[in-house]
């Protein structure tokens, strides 16, 4: 039997702070953009998680510089400026479904052959709708019938009016979004329906 404990009330008000600690999905999308940018970013109070290394890892394996300083929360990322530096790889995103759907995206916008693969979970996450999204873009890209692996030919990104269903996951979106600075030309996004998920929306 656990030993009783006794709580004795406080007779004063409590006074204290605390500090939560970051967001997985802020992360991401944070260092995607770093990634892509032309200069250093330092992101600040960076989540330290499975997902977030995932993505790391995976860009570092694309050419970018990253010093991941996890116990202080902080990445260092020299940008690439739009341009990929890596033009063949085959990245295992574990099971990490917003990696394997932003990098998808992000890839499409160089050169080269990729291979974006991970565990069977991921396999059995579906990115069709994300693959036909990029197709309308000019991209070669291959599916397992609409799942990983997944395999790009890319030629940058070709800017164009894409047309995408509002009832998807918003992640395919915010993985257009987040590649569409580094397109050729601008890119328009046509939402059939009304679209789910729209705070990662905003804040993508």
């Known amino acids: 039997m656990d030993a009783l404990r006794k709580i004795t009330p406080v007779s004063t008000p409590l006074r204290g702070s605390i500090r939560p600690p970051g967001s997985k999905s802020q992360t991401n999308r944070a260092v995607v953009c770093a990634a892509l940018g032309d200069g250093r970013s330092v992101l600040t109070d960076a989540l330290d998680s499975d997902d977030t290394r995932v993505m790391v890892k995976a860009l570092q394996a694309l050419g970018i510089a990253i010093d991941a300083d996890w116990p202080r929360a902080k990445l260092v990322v020299d940008g690439c400026a739009g341009v990929l530096p890596t ?23 160089g050169t080269g052959l990729i291979t974006l693969d991970g565990n069977t979970r991921m396999r059995e996450r579906p990115i069709g709708e994300l693959a036909d999204a990029l197709r309308q873009c000019g991209t070669e890209i291959e599916t397992q019938s609409g799942f990983p692996p ?10 164009k009016k894409v047309s995408l269903r509002g009832d998807i996951s918003s992640q395919y979106l915010s993985a257009l979004m987040l590649a569409a600075p580094a397109a050729q030309t601008g890119m328009e996004f046509i939402i059939e329906g009304p679209q789910v998920s729209q705070p990662y929306i905003a804040m993508t």
């Open 87 to 109: 033009r063949n790889a085959t990245l295992d995103l574990d099971g990490s479904g917003t990696s394997i759907r932003f990098l998808t995206a992000l890839v499409a916008t």
């Open 150 to 159: 997944v395999v790009v030919r890319a030629n940058r990104l070709c800017g």
